[in-house]
Nanobody
Framework: VQLQASGGGLVQHGGSLRLSCTAS????????WAWFRQAPGKEREFVAA????????YTADSVKGRFTISRDSDRNTAYLQMDTLRSEDTAVYHC??????????????WGQGTQVTVSS
């Protein structure tokens, strides 16, 4: 399984970006997917997750109300819509396949990241 994340870039404080994560093969359907981020010198942080059906979502308090996770199983892609960005959102964002719903720090597939930089 390979994951390709894209959509990162440089954005001003208060701006928006949409990240995409596309999975290869037939491994996207039937699985829960999540976004994580890691800033320099900081621990990896869980951001948001979406269930296999898309019916359940869970978002970290730090981004709640600003970030929205979604998925398109026909395109084998998960998305992270990021609005009202802040400088503290600057990080490398990764997508991952969760081992189970509620297991926010357990994943079995990890994708390369995409850099998000928010200028103040």
């Amino acid at each position: 399984v390979q994951l390709q994340a894209s959509g990162g870039g440089l954005v001003q404080h208060g701006g928006s970006l949409r990240l995409s994560c596309t999975a290869s093969g037939r491994t996207f359907r039937g699985h829960h997917w999540a976004w994580f981020r890691q800033a320099p010198g900081k621990e990896r942080e869980f951001v948001a997750a979406i269930s296999a059906t898309g019916g359940n979502k869970y978002t970290a308090d730090s981004v709640k109300g600003r970030f929205t996770i979604s998925r398109d199983s026909d395109r084998n892609t998960a998305y992270l819509q990021m609005d009202t960005l802040r400088s503290e959102d600057t990080a490398v964002y990764h997508c991952a396949r969760l081992r189970g719903w509620g297991r926010w720090r357990e994943y079995d597939v990890w994708g390369q990241g995409t850099q998000v930089t928010v200028s103040s």
